[in-house]
């Protein structure tokens, strides 16, 4: 099957660093992607991931490793605004395949 | 204008009513799916079109439609709702690599 595991819930306080792992189990692997989710908003693009190593855009980083099917997301100077679920999702296939989403990590940002 | 507008952005309906969502993009992208958000689920893939004359079914179909009538017009209906189809619906587009943009969503309530 396809599966794709991430934590429920983290706490972490404001101007200090967080990070939200995925790990993933897909029949084949095309790319990962991170989204942000604010409460009754739509998903929003984060990153994209689809070779080994960190990409860094801004205060988000996100970390992929292939062979071990592991994925983080790294979010500094937290600010109480990055308060949102952050999904994680694979592409597992070229061609078009759909994409299949993590339930995601309500992350809370505290002062 | 936003890239993918949903059409309505709430609508609360009596059971056993027949409803339809509307969803029109401008990104010009070819691909564009249906989800449904329940809290904790994560989203779940409802139907998903690949191009005009292309409609598949995701995870979750039963009970819904869609119809494909422009690449930038894809509408869902539910033939006769009922209280579980109470959920936060969205619509996307993808680009060649995978990446989403959704919608703002639809607020669906079955009463």
């Known amino acids: 099957g396809q599966n794709i595991d991430q934590p429920t819930e983290m706490t972490a306080t404001e101007g200090a660093i967080v990070q939200i792992n995925c790990t993933y189990q897909?029949?084949?692997?095309?790319?990962l992607f991170w989204y942000q989710q604010h409460a009754g908003e739509a998903p929003t693009f984060l990153s994209y991931n689809v070779l080994d190593g960190l990409e860094e855009k801004g205060r988000f980083s996100s970390f992929l490793s292939r062979s071990k099917g592991y994925s983080y997301l790294l979010l500094k100077e937290l600010q109480m605004k990055d308060s949102a679920s952050y999904l994680c999702a694979v592409r597992p296939y070229t061609g078009g395949f759909k994409t299949i989403f993590g339930a995601g990590t309500r992350l809370f940002v505290k002062a | 204008d936003a890239d993918v507008t949903q059409t309505p952005r709430n609508r609360i309906t009596k059971t056993g009513k027949r409803i339809m969502l509307e969803c029109s993009q401008t990104k010009g992208h070819d691909r564009m799916y249906w989800y449904r958000q329940d809290p904790g689920l994560g989203l779940q893939l409802i139907y998903y079109?690949?191009?005009?004359?292309?409609?598949n079914k995701g995870e979750i179909s039963d009970g819904y439609s869609v119809s494909r009538q422009a690449q930038a017009k894809f509408s869902l209906s539910l033939e006769s709702a009922i209280p579980n189809q109470t959920a936060l619906y969205f619509c996307?587009?993808?680009?060649?690599?995978?990446?989403?943009?959704f919608g703002s969503g639809t607020r669906l309530t079955v009463v």
């Open positions: 079109s690949f191009d005009v004359k292309d409609i």
């Open positions: 996307a587009t993808s680009d060649d690599r995978g990446g989403y943009t």
């Open positions: 897909t029949s084949g692997f095309n790319g």
